[in-house]
């Protein structure tokens, strides 16, 4: 279960991906250039490099075990010819420096060949070291490591517009860092209550916003985001904005207030939207309207009569993300079975496809599924109760600026391309 992948993301070109795993490796993949000779193959996706981020650790004061799993990978904005990522696990953020060597020195004056100190009476003359290019060597180097920030589990990393700060969210709190500093943060957001048997809800997601950097949203387990705006106050306990949807009493179930818990919310590219994903839907919201979401689709609403069993096993916690394709007219989010959906803003039209070793055969056209509840049933039409919910796709990537996708399925990682413009553009 080490290499079961944890989250994915695309650096803000896109020619890099990198994963997550819960054995606390990160494997970065590169894009190759398109080749001269076929100009129509896209490049593909290869291991660039693979190195270990997290190892377990154990908080001797509460004898807990932290797992060494990457709940969250954020890209930072490339500012000079090496790459950097932050990396976190339940507790410790890590910075890290991805850069490239293809040439080494040589020619040293007090060292030989093997690198070993020579006898000073031995050097009569002086020579220039001369750079000789060498096999390209990706080298990955920690640079920073914030730590001790955190009570609870983190949920989630940000980087700010700014290109100096982010912040990082666990279950009560939210802390905002600066890049150059690792020994203290600033406390946002505290959600925790004076008594502990207050407490009635947590933070499950938190995203700055693309342009402005004084706002960042939070979501919670009982369905609400928070805008709130650190010009206004430094702690934000205080949000700008509250954008919640009253629940329709005839809808009322045991399980409301579960599905109800949003898993996952992100920032338009224009900045103007947000997308929530909780666990039967996915919804659009305008920043500018708090009362209800602009748009609502439905990912698997016939799982509603089943939400009994999913409760038994436990699949009801399970958090998905979501995930806005380049242009903003087009949203993905994963389900069980290996499905995940895509969903057109402008067409209203939806698709559900399949993340699967059949599918993904080079150039393979993938084919939208069904699935039936009842009744009559189409050739490839896959039963409800057939649906297996142990292969879930929770974590999902879109390409900053192209039509290709990165769908994590347990262990295997699967990247589509639109090769021609099809339907769900």
Request: aromatic share 10%; proline share 4%.
């Amino acid at each position: 279960t080490a290499d079961i992948i944890s989250t994915v993301e695309f650096n803000h070109t896109g020619e890099l991906l990198a994963t997550g795993d819960k054995g606390g490796r990160v494997v970065i993949f590169q894009r190759e250039p398109e080749s001269k000779n076929e100009p129509y193959s896209q490049g593909e996706y290869n291991v660039y490099s693979t190195f270990q981020s997290h190892e377990p650790e154990f908080d001797y004061l509460k004898s807990l075990e932290i797992e060494e799993k990457i709940n969250k990978i954020k890209w930072l904005p490339q500012q000079n010819a090496a790459h950097s990522l932050l990396s976190t696990n339940d507790k410790t953020i890590k910075l890290w420096k991805i850069t490239e060597r293809d040439k080494r020195p040589e020619g040293y004056n007090l060292k030989d060949e093997e690198g070993k100190l020579k006898d000073l009476s031995t050097v009569t003359s002086l020579q220039v070291p001369v750079l000789k290019p060498m096999d390209l060597m990706v080298e990955v180097t920690p640079r920073r490591i914030f730590a001790n920030g955190h009570t609870y589990h983190v949920n989630s990393i940000s980087v700010n517009s700014d290109c100096e700060t982010y912040m990082s969210a666990d279950d009560l709190r939210i802390n905002l860092w600066h890049l150059a500093i690792t020994d203290r943060s600033f406390n946002i957001v505290d959600i925790k209550p004076a008594n502990m048997e207050d407490l009635t809800e947590v933070i499950t997601a938190s995203e700055f916003h693309p342009h402005h950097c004084n706002l960042f949203v939070y979501s919670s387990s009982k369905g609400s985001l928070r805008l709130c705006d650190m010009r206004a106050s430094a702690l934000c306990d205080k949000h700008s904005k509250l954008y919640e949807e009253p629940e329709d009493p005839s809808n009322r179930s045991f399980f409301s207030e579960i599905i109800s818990s949003v898993s996952d919310v992100k920032f338009s590219h224009s900045g103007r939207y947000m997308l929530t994903r909780d666990y039967l839907t996915v919804k659009v919201w305008d920043l500018n309207m708090e009362t209800k979401p602009v748009e609502t689709y439905q990912v698997h609403d016939y799982l509603r009569s089943k939400l009994c069993s999913l409760y038994e096993n436990d699949c009801i916690f399970d958090k998905f993300e979501c995930a806005w394709n380049g242009s903003d007219s087009v949203i993905m989010t994963g389900a069980y079975n290996n499905f995940f959906r895509m969903f057109d803003r402008n067409t209203k039209r939806d698709v559900t496809l399949e993340a699967s070793r059949e599918s993904s055969k080079p150039r393979a056209i993938l084919k939208p599924r069904r699935v039936c509840v009842g009744g009559k049933r189409r050739k490839d039409d896959i039963s409800v109760d057939s649906l297996d919910f142990t292969k879930k796709i929770l974590h999902t990537a879109w390409h900053p600026t192209e039509n290709i996708i990165a769908i994590a399925a347990t262990n295997n990682l699967y990247i589509f391309q639109d090769k021609v413009n099809s339907e769900m553009h």
